[in-house]
């Protein structure tokens, strides 16, 4: 395997596992690009990833040769479009090591997974036989954090109206990271669901949840964990985290937009009720009733993302190619090299760790009183992408004192000279804005 060059100061490690990233770069037809007649720098990869031909030709391929619906006809068409339908389900399901393939859900995305597992608590409380660990009323908790992205805050405020619950949090510490001082009070006998991010999408943080994991247990709540941008970026383990549910998406991380999935555990998704009725997610149905289907079926309502899911699985295979362990190493060492160059800029404040351990390769900051809307006009005028804004946190950049933030997020193709491209344009937004 080809090693990627490593910068000067950094650690070396013989036993990292490395890949040639001018090659995979190669994969990714828009990284040619030219913006203002600069080279494309895309530093906004938190928002959404590009997607290598690997990806792209399989989803051509599938509408050009194999498109029908699913699970709904004999013919050849129907039983191909089927066929890569389910069989993208099982990749996804060993890429997370989910210990059954009926524990994948589709969704259209993170935030529909989130909503799902949030509206299958309210339909639960409305039932007499609801199953009592989804069952929620007054002097019951929901607890999430004041780092999570607004998808992990709104479903779950809009679950505490609907039902009487009440809405807790843990606060965030100056340095960036969850503050679990208060876990034992926080997490209590009162808790139903404990709803976290795992890896932030503004401050980088990857939580560490074992002792909350712990907690949860110990009070017999269940625990969902936002994995959106911790499953594009390291190896995840469903088995390991412990979690009762997880949730990501796939444009994050190489696929279409168009397709998440929800992870659950297999006993939790066969007690849940539906949330969404119709075609596809039924057992049978008669004028006076209807029955529902197991799981996954019994979520996925409707004609699903049949293309999305199948291009979903491409992705997959071409992460798993590339080797998660390699490029969550190349991130680690991005971040590294990005925080000490980021340190040279004056003026410029990190929100978040600003040390490589606990965090991934997303970086929010602010350029002294330059408004993030500036500065991301400068970088652009120059190639440089980055994100500027609330990021869908707004609560974070409250916490922090500030109305926005200039976000730079790497992946698998970026490289250090693009980290030089951020500076040097960051330096030019200095000049501009004096």
Same mark, same amino acid.
């Given at each position: 395997?080809?090693?990627?060059?490593?910068?000067?100061?950094?650690?070396? &490690?013989? #036993?990292?596992?490395?890949?040639?990233?001018?090659?995979?770069?190669? #994969?990714? $037809?828009?990284?040619?690009?030219?913006?203002?007649?600069?080279?494309?720098?895309?530093?906004?990869?938190?928002?959404?990833?590009?997607?290598?031909?690997?990806?792209?030709?399989?989803? @051509?391929?599938? &509408? =050009?040769?194999?498109? @029908?619906?699913?699970?709904?006809?004999?013919?050849?068409?129907?039983?191909?479009?089927?066929?890569?339908?389910?069989?993208?389900?099982?990749?996804?399901?060993?890429?997370?090591?989910?210990?059954?393939?009926?524990?994948?859900?589709?969704?259209?995305?993170?935030?529909?997974?989130?909503?799902?597992?949030?509206? @299958?608590?309210?339909?639960?409380?409305?039932?007499?036989?609801?199953?009592?660990?989804?069952?929620?009323?007054?002097? +019951?908790?929901?607890?999430?954090?004041?780092?999570?992205?607004?998808?992990?805050?709104?479903?779950?405020?809009?679950?505490?109206?609907?039902?009487?619950?009440?809405?807790?949090?843990?606060?965030? *510490?100056?340095?960036?990271?969850?503050?679990?001082?208060?876990?034992?009070?926080?997490?209590?006998?009162?808790?139903?669901?404990?709803?976290?991010?795992?890896?932030?999408? %503004?401050?980088? *943080?990857?939580?560490? !949840?074992?002792?909350?994991?712990?907690?949860?247990?110990?009070?017999?709540?269940?625990?969902?964990?936002?994995?959106?941008?911790?499953?594009?970026?390291?190896?995840? +383990?469903?088995?390991?985290?412990?979690? #009762?549910?997880?949730?990501?998406?796939?444009?994050?991380?190489?696929?279409?937009?168009?397709?998440?999935?929800?992870?659950?555990?297999?006993?939790?998704?066969?007690?849940?009720?539906?949330?969404?009725?119709?075609?596809?997610?039924?057992?049978?149905?008669?004028?006076?009733?209807?029955?529902?289907?197991?799981?996954?079926?019994?979520?996925?309502?409707?004609?699903? $993302? %049949?293309?999305?899911?199948?291009?979903?699985?491409?992705?997959?295979?071409?992460?798993?190619?590339?080797?998660?362990?390699?490029?969550?190493?190349?991130?680690?060492?991005?971040?590294?090299?990005?925080?000490? @160059?980021?340190?040279?800029?004056?003026?410029?404040?990190?929100?978040?760790?600003?040390?490589?351990?606990?965090?991934?390769?997303?970086?929010?900051?602010?350029?002294?009183?330059?408004?993030?809307?500036?500065?991301? /006009?400068?970088?652009?005028?120059?190639?440089?992408?980055?994100?500027?804004?609330?990021?869908?946190?707004?609560?974070?950049?409250?916490?922090?004192?500030?109305?926005? *933030? *200039?976000?730079?997020?790497? &992946?698998? &193709?970026?490289? !250090?000279?693009?980290?030089?491209?951020?500076?040097?344009?960051?330096? /030019? =937004?200095?000049?501009?804005?004096?």
């Amino acid at each position: 395997m080809t090693t990627i060059a490593i910068p000067p100061g950094m650690p070396q &490690y013989d #036993d990292v596992p490395r890949y040639d990233v001018a090659a995979v770069r190669a #994969d990714f $037809p828009i990284l040619g690009r030219e913006i203002n007649g600069h080279p494309l720098v895309y530093l906004d990869s938190a928002n959404t990833s590009h997607k290598p031909r690997q990806v792209l030709d399989v989803l @051509a391929a599938h &509408y =050009a040769r194999h498109n @029908a619906n699913v699970s709904r006809s004999v013919h050849t068409l129907g039983t191909e479009a089927t066929e890569a339908y389910e069989g993208a389900r099982a990749k996804i399901a060993r890429f997370v090591n989910a210990p059954s393939v009926d524990e994948v859900v589709f969704t259209k995305n993170s935030t529909e997974a989130i909503n799902v597992v949030a509206y @299958a608590f309210s339909n639960a409380s409305l039932r007499p036989d609801g199953d009592p660990r989804f069952r929620l009323g007054p002097g +019951d908790e929901i607890v999430i954090s004041e780092m999570e992205h607004h998808s992990n805050i709104v479903p779950w405020q809009l679950l505490a109206e609907r039902t009487g619950a009440t809405l807790r949090w843990f606060p965030v *510490t100056d340095q960036g990271r969850l503050d679990e001082s208060g876990l034992t009070d926080l997490v209590n006998e009162r808790t139903k669901i404990v709803s976290l991010v795992h890896m932030s999408n %503004i401050l980088g *943080t990857v939580n560490a !949840t074992s002792r909350i994991t712990a907690r949860v247990r110990e009070v017999g709540a269940l625990l969902l964990l936002d994995c959106s941008q911790s499953v594009p970026h390291m190896p995840i +383990d469903v088995v390991d985290l412990d979690a #009762d549910f997880i949730v990501f998406t796939g444009h994050k991380m190489c696929g279409p937009t168009g397709i998440g999935v929800l992870w659950g555990r297999g006993e939790l998704l066969a007690a849940m009720p539906p949330v969404f009725g119709g075609g596809s997610m039924i057992e049978t149905v008669a004028m006076g009733g209807s029955t529902y289907a197991p799981p996954p079926a019994r979520f996925e309502a409707g004609t699903p $993302p %049949i293309a999305e899911a199948v291009a979903l699985g491409a992705a997959v295979d071409y992460l798993t190619g590339v080797g998660m362990r390699a490029i969550q190493w190349h991130e680690k060492e991005l971040t590294a090299y990005a925080l000490d @160059a980021l340190a040279t800029v004056p003026g410029l404040r990190i929100f978040g760790p600003e040390v490589p351990v606990g965090r991934g390769g997303t970086i929010s900051f602010a350029l002294g009183d330059v408004h993030p809307h500036d500065v991301g /006009q400068v970088l652009d005028s120059l190639g440089v992408q980055v994100r500027v804004g609330h990021h869908c946190a707004r609560p974070v950049c409250t916490r922090f004192g500030v109305p926005a *933030t *200039t976000r730079a997020s790497f &992946y698998l &193709y970026t490289t !250090t000279e693009e980290i030089d491209a951020l500076v040097a344009g960051l330096e /030019q =937004a200095r000049k501009v804005f004096g």
